[in-house]
């Protein structure tokens, strides 16, 4: 419950941001973020559907790599 | 650095005596055990996964309660899917969990965030929803958030939230007393009694609430403390760290998840949590109280606890306890690890798990069993 999962921002609606994550879209949160400058293209750590962090392409290219070694059917 | 040089360092460092690192995030565990780290790591080096699993520790009567709303008010109980399946102390003739309230009739809805309770109480207007949310601070900050944003009328929390940091303070403070510490039944060196020589912190918790929430790790117990990423190159990076600060005889609070871990953690979740609650002294299931590490309403009119009946103090054998067999607060507290409970893979699977570390895919029990180990 603790693992955040990268996402990149498509759209912005005041505090709702389209999200999209290896090709699945998900309705994210802002409002954690409501200081720090977001546009569509960043990347942000969202952990149950509340956008806690910025990071950068490169840090959610690799949490998206141990997502897919981690999360195949046990 | 990939995870073979990580590997080498680590090889290369004077190895004089035995080192317990804990971990207390179910994120780390998971990583840990899937990627069979324990088994490359040189003699000596004993992982511990620790009291990382919200789930696992959330009160017994906090989950009789939910199932007593669900059962007796007229509400929908909204949850995160893990809940689902923890069992309660009851007898076999009784609903033992959410999952068999649903099955009665109950109204039992799993979520994954706070967003879907919000377009749940806008599709059913009319009908009062309970939101029943266990987590650590990584799920307190978004909950924070959410009623920070405002909440509909139709919707009531019951918050069983927890922090990290003062189930470690209080693994610390055991430490001293040996009637609160039986030996660990398996440990490398038997007559090393520390629980753990080095800490590494969880990087997501880090990440709302900022580093310095571990100092006195460093501070009061000189002992190593590295935050951590989630990848096995993060994890490793962090365990060369502490290995290293103890080998050079020296402490303090490294940063190894400086990409996405910001010292001051996220300043809006901190304030969002000021704000909406306060830390009050908890109760673990099947550890007991510990001071300042739960989370509380500030507001009592959304507050579940005071809209409802106190279902939480009705009388029950076991109340608060972990399933009879179960060792489960052994586990989160580090003392052994799941493989050494009797029930382990014979009683207890994730298909009939008997204990919550069974039920959560943080769960210490639930993790290593996917991992294969035995
Ligand atoms: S194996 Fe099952 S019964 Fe044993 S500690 Fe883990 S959850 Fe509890």
Not at chain 1, 37 to 53: E, K, N, S
Not at chain 2, 248 to 265: H, I, M, S, T
Request: hydrophobic share 40%; proline share 7%; charged share 20%.
């Amino acid at each position: 419950m603790c693992l955040g999962i990268p996402m990149q921002i498509i759209n912005i609606q005041g505090y709702n941001a389209q999200c999209e994550a290896k090709g699945i879209r998900r309705e994210v949160n802002l409002f954690l973020l409501q200081d720090e400058a977001i546009i569509v293209g960043d990347f942000v750590l969202v952990h149950v559907g509340y956008a806690l962090q910025k990071m950068t392409s490169q840090e959610a290219q690799t949490t998206w790599e141990l997502l897919d070694q981690l999360m195949a059917p046990t | 650095m990939i995870a073979q040089e990580w590997l080498t360092k680590i090889r290369a460092l004077p190895q004089n005596s035995p080192c317990k690192i804990m971990n207390v995030c179910g994120g780390h565990e998971r990583t840990l055990s899937l990627g069979g780290v324990r088994t490359v790591l040189p003699a000596g080096i004993e992982l511990i996964p620790g009291p990382g699993c919200p789930v696992c520790v959330c009160p017994e009567e906090d989950i009789y309660a939910a199932i007593q709303l669900a059962l007796r008010e007229k509400v929908v109980v909204a949850t995160f899917g893990d809940m689902l399946r923890v069992p309660i102390n009851a007898g076999k003739q009784t609903v033992r969990s959410l999952e068999q309230a649903r099955a009665k009739g109950a109204k039992v809805h799993p979520i994954s965030s706070p967003l879907e309770v919000v377009a749940l109480t806008q599709q059913q207007p009319q009908q009062k929803i309970v939101f029943f949310a266990a987590g650590f601070e990584t799920t307190m900050a978004p909950l924070a958030a959410m009623l920070a944003q405002g909440i509909p009328q139709n919707l009531s929390i019951l918050l069983s939230g927890r922090l990290t940091w003062p189930a470690v303070a209080k693994l610390l403070a055991m430490e001293n007393d040996p009637v609160l510490l039986p030996a660990r039944k398996e440990t490398v060196n038997p007559s090393h009694s520390r629980i753990f020589d080095a800490l590494v912190a969880p990087g997501h918790v880090a990440t709302v609430m900022g580093t310095g929430e571990w100092e006195f790790v460093v501070k009061q117990h000189h002992l190593p403390v590295a935050v951590a990423g989630f990848t096995v190159e993060g994890l490793l990076a962090a365990f060369y760290s502490v290995l290293r600060q103890r080998a050079e005889g020296r402490c303090f609070l490294d940063n190894c998840y400086p990409q996405v871990v910001k010292p001051a953690g996220n300043l809006t979740a901190q304030k969002c949590l000021k704000e909406t609650m306060n830390v009050v002294d908890a109760q673990w299931r099947g550890i007991g109280c510990i001071p300042r590490s739960g989370f509380e309403l500030k507001d009592r009119q959304i507050d579940a606890r005071y809209q409802f009946p106190d279902y939480t103090s009705e009388g029950r054998e076991r109340r608060g306890e972990m399933p009879a067999g179960c060792e489960c607060a052994q586990v989160i507290l580090g003392r052994i690890y799941p493989k050494e409970c009797r029930l382990y893979g014979t009683a207890c699977t994730p298909r009939h798990p008997i204990g919550p570390c069974m039920v959560s895919d943080e769960g210490a029990c639930r993790i290593w069993w996917s991992a294969g180990l035995k």
